[in-house]
Nanobody
Framework: QVQLVESGGGLVQPGGSLRLSCTAS????????MRWYRQAPGKERELVAT????????SYADSIKGRFTISRDNDKNTVYLQMNSLKPEDTAVYYC????????????WGQGTQVTVSS
């Protein structure tokens, strides 16, 4: 059974930092790309960052480029999102995501972790 469990959200002041973690189980973590999405109230879910399985290549949404860093530890089956210089507009529920090939591609989501940036 595939599980993605996020942690690390919370309340932080503008300019502060948080590190989100997503621990995966139920599949071979090291061979799949991992993604972080976020969804703010009243808005569409937005892809924030992606990290590939093999080279560990990364890509980011323009809105967070230079402030957030995605990384992974394949020994711990965990993907991270280091968020620096946080802004109020970063307030959202952050979700971990992956797509796994069984007989067909299936998409999986974590339960989400709330990040609130406010003074």
């Amino acid at each position: 059974q595939v599980q993605l469990v996020e942690s690390g959200g919370g309340l932080v002041q503008p300019g502060g930092s948080l590190r989100l973690s997503c621990t995966a189980s139920g599949f071979t973590f090291s061979i799949y790309a991992m993604r972080w999405y976020r969804q703010a109230p009243g808005k569409e879910r937005e892809l924030v960052a992606t990290i590939t399985s093999t080279s560990g290549g990364t890509s980011y949404a323009d809105s967070i480029k230079g402030r957030f860093t995605i990384s992974r530890d394949n020994d711990k089956n965990t993907v991270y999102l280091q968020m620096n210089s946080l802004k109020p507009e970063d307030t959202a529920v952050y979700y971990c995501n992956t797509r796994i090939m069984w007989r067909e591609w299936r998409e999986y989501w974590g339960q989400g972790t709330q990040v609130t940036v406010s003074s």
